[in-house]
């Protein structure tokens, strides 16, 4: 048996789903450990929770590259000098180019806060409640080159109750999402050492 899946989390603010992934990875026999954090944006919270947590964390500011493939090829570049087999995504407020998600093929999940295929993109919370929709949820997928549109690997369903509002009930999802992202990791991290083990 090989050792753990070395996993990279890409963060751009508090990294709760991070947080959810770092103490998922305690676990003796949970399959991946998480090797590094990076955050796009120097000022994340989620760089000292990481780093509280015994987690290595880099900041790659966006800003102070020449544009998204120089932006890319450094988290590449930091990705791999990790040792990072998985790529996930928590919270990470970027869209990323066909050539980095085609270098991660299979190996890189998101984490979006409905129940897709339904209200890919942002606000889906306000637009959940806007819609009138019974329920609403998170699903982790693998990440393709079309947003929010990689096959699932996981999904959670709440119910909306009467009186929600957008945080309300985006409390309620980020409890699911916190559970579930774990466990979808653990798969994929699973697949990826079978995968690696019959080469």
Known sequence: MMGRVRTGVLISGRGSNMGALIEAARRADFPAEIALVLSDKPDAAGIAAARAAGVAAKALDARQFA???????AMTGALEAAGVEVVCLAGFM???SAAFVERWRGRILNIHPSLLPDLKGLHTHERAL???RAEHGCTVHFVTAD????PILAQARVPVLPGDDADRLAGRVL????????????????AVRAAVNSA
């Open 175 to 190: 409890v699911e999402e916190h559970r579930i992202y774990p466990q979808a990791l653990e798969a994929a991290a699973r």
């Open 130 to 132: 806007a819609e009138g």
């Open 94 to 96: 970027r869209i990323l």
């Open 67 to 73: 544009g998204k493939p120089a932006f890319e090829a």
């Open 147 to 150: 947003l929010d549109a990689g």
